[in-house]
């Protein structure tokens, strides 16, 4: 999209699937991850985050994955929509965020 | 409630030239944050200031670049002598206590000032 013009890791998803976007992180001091959106022409905005000492979280449609072993965050969506297309950020906080590289969603209607 | 407000959306400057980028926090909000967004590299931080106050300016370039967050008024990101690799979308974020402890780190983000240098 315009957001950014990046090559992103793409997911297309058929609208009424699950997805599910994953992301790597480095930083294991990080006390905080969370999960971004950002539309095409718009600043990113905040999903759901999940704390350090937790595995799982869930919002509305949306599901947090946390895997400290392997420093992975997955972020899962039910029942995709059309407005679920967006570029979809991870970040880690320690004393600031910092943002991963993000990955597009492109739902199919 | 107004969210955050950059302006201007879009500027278009000459290489060599000064861009000056604002941003107004939410309301009651007095911790502002700048990221960058090249293409092929995401969101990278550039700094986090308080009122009147650079608390951390560890992304920001060391040279043509600065940033402040007066008393009264907007922060300002400012780029002096700007070159073609400055072109990017600014974003500008804020929240209303500082990011650390059992804070979550939710940032409230503008839609962003999208910078092309000529």
């Known amino acids: 999209g315009e957001s950014v013009g990046l090559h992103l890791p793409t997911l297309s998803v058929q609208e009424g699937d699950n997805s599910i976007i994953n992301c790597a992180y480095s930083?294991?001091?990080?006390?905080?991850f969370i999960w971004y959106k950002q539309e095409s022409g718009k600043g990113p905005q905040f999903i759901i985050d999940i704390r350090s000492n937790m595995d799982k979280r869930q919002g509305q449609r949306v599901t947090v994955l946390l895997n400290k072993t392997v420093k992975h965050l997955s972020l899962q969506i039910a029942a995709t929509q059309p407005g679920d297309s967006a570029v979809y950020f991870c970040a880690e906080k320690n004393n600031r965020l910092a943002f991963g590289k993000g990955n597009q969603v492109v739902v199919i209607p | 409630n107004a969210g955050v407000m950059q302006n201007p959306r879009h500027l278009v400057r000459r290489r060599g030239q000064e861009a000056r980028l604002r941003c107004s926090p939410m309301k009651g909000h007095s911790h502002v944050y700048w990221y960058r967004q090249l293409p092929e590299e995401g969101l990278k931080f550039m700094v986090y200031?308080?009122?009147?106050?650079?608390?951390?300016e560890s992304g920001m370039p060391k040279e043509r670049f600065s940033a402040e967050f007066p008393k009264e008024g907007p922060s300002i990101l400012r780029i002096q002598q700007v070159v073609r690799g400055d072109s990017a979308a600014y974003f500008c974020?804020?929240?209303?206590?500082?990011?650390?402890?059992?804070?979550?780190?939710?940032?409230?983000f503008g839609e962003g000032s999208r910078l092309t240098v000529l």
């Open positions: 930083n294991s001091a990080s006390d905080y």
């Open positions: 200031l308080q009122k009147e106050n650079i608390i951390d």
């Open positions: 974020a804020s929240s209303p206590r500082r990011l650390s402890g059992e804070n979550t780190g939710e940032l409230f």
